[in-house]
Nanobody, 124 residues
Framework: QVQLVESGGGLVQAGGSLRLSCAASGRTFSRYAMGWFRQVPGKEREFAAA????????YYADSVKGRFTISRDNAKSTVFLQMNSLEPEDTAVYYC?????????????????WGQGTQVTVSS
């Protein structure tokens, strides 16, 4: 079993920044790809960013490309999402997810474990 605990969400003004963290436990963190997804009420959970097991390959949704950066620290079993130039449209609950394999993917179905989520609210 894998446990994922997100932190770092909060309220920020448009144009501001936040850094989300996700601490993992329960299996060898460094072997698996990780991802961040987000969800607003009434909508499907959508992909935001993903990173391969080594951190050498990353993917981003078009809506966040150039503003968000995903990274990981395998020694600390933690994945991060640095969010800059935040917009009100970024308001959502952000979820950390651990993939079934080592390859980064945008496919939600390829993620086996999910955190509880952290709220990010961007005011205009």
């Amino acid at each position: 079993q894998v446990q994922l605990v997100e932190s770092g969400g909060g309220l920020v003004q448009a144009g501001g920044s936040l850094r989300l963290s996700c601490a993992a436990s329960g299996r060898t963190f460094s072997r698996y790809a990780m991802g961040w997804f987000r969800q607003v009420p009434g909508k499907e959970r959508e992909f935001a960013a993903a990173i391969s097991w080594s951190g050498g390959l990353t993917y981003y949704a078009d809506s966040v490309k150039g503003r968000f950066t995903i990274s990981r620290d395998n020694a600390k079993s933690t994945v991060f999402l640095q969010m800059n130039s935040l917009e009100p449209e970024d308001t959502a609950v952000y979820y950390c997810a651990a993939a079934r394999g080592s390859i980064a993917t945008m496919n939600k179905g390829e993620y086996a474990y999910w955190g509880q989520g952290t709220q990010v609210t961007v005011s205009s």
